[in-house]
């Protein structure tokens, strides 16, 4: 199997000004979207640069590499170039610039005027979230003198959250959260999908009854793999340390050492009952296996292709109006719960 690598080049161009320092107050700009006027080269073989009459294609980003049809048999993986040049305007002196890309399939490498600066799954390639131009004064922090020398500022929402094995409260209410699995990757142009989309998903999971949206990382480890235990006990921490407060739980698949154990329906076994549970694909793979405990002793003559709530486009009216059936269940033995 080939791989995909993703190489960028950064020209910056200084635009005829040097950058030296000058008194007065330092100035806070906004980070700018650096989306635009890119260049992409698609590239036939392996090469490690793009040939010298390679044909450049204008883009914006989020972009893919490579347009799939609807229905994939055989997903393209290769290499692709993007380059970007642009100037440093006055506003830029005196910062400490970085260049932000959310993200970008599968493995990058980027140069910024020649120099190589960091080496970096597989749906579609390409660069496919935003990219953004981060100028910051050289101290990041309100300095000794009280001058203000940065600002980030983000909305937060701040809530009681208890969770037990008993069951969640939010604010001191009850609350039952009811989810569903999304995977980000869209037809023909996979995960390349605009600011715009990724709300319209939300919008929909939100009106269709849905609290909770699990955002699965394939790449990471597949749901159920056993994981080493430094693995697991980085991740516990990390969790810990981004958001030092009360009512910040961790949950995983394992027992030791997430607060919230995670569990597929048609798994459980009241492993560990003195933990809050997270249940999983209710609604899905345990109607294949036919112990879900609700209606299946009447989908006797039922196959397991026909059952099965994981149905394609063309699987025909009956297998279709079951997943249906399989999902509505579901969502009414939920609220039961």
Known sequence: MKHRKLVLFVAILLSGFSFSCRPGEPTVLE?????????????????????????????????????EPLVILKQWQGISFYKKNFELEEKHRDKELFIKFEAAMKVAEVWVNGLKMFFNFNFFGGIYRNTYMIAKNRVHITNANGRLSDVYSTRVGLREIRITNEGMWLNGEPIVLRG??????????????SDAAQ????????????????????????????????????????????????????????????????????????????????????????????????????????????????QARDAGEKRLLQKAFNVQEAIYAMKLE
């Open 31 to 67: 980070p700018e979207n650096f989306n635009f006027d890119w260049l992409f080269y698609r590239a036939e073989g392996t090469p490690e640069l793009p040939p010298a009459d390679a044909q450049w294609e204008a883009v914006d980003l989020p972009h893919t590499a490579h347009i």
């Open 199 to 310: 709300f319209r998903d939300a919008y929909k999971i939100k009106h269709a009854g849905f609290d909770l949206a699990s955002i699965l990382a394939w790449e990471l480890s597949l749901n159920e793999t056993d994981m080493p235990q430094w693995f697991t006990e980085a991740a516990h921490a990390i969790g810990l340390e981004e958001f030092p407060y009360p009512g910040n739980y961790t949950a995983g698949w394992v027992r030791h050492p997430y607060d919230i154990y995670i569990e597929a329906r048609q798994h459980r076994h009241n492993l560990y009952p003195e933990l809050p549970l997270l249940v999983s694909e209710y609604g899905d793979w345990e109607y294949y296996a036919q112990n879900a405990g609700l209606n299946q002793h009447e989908w006797g003559n039922l196959l397991p292709y026909e059952r099965n709530s994981r």
């Open 180 to 193: 569903v699995n999304r995977h980000q990757e869209y037809p023909y142009v996979g995960y390349a999908m």
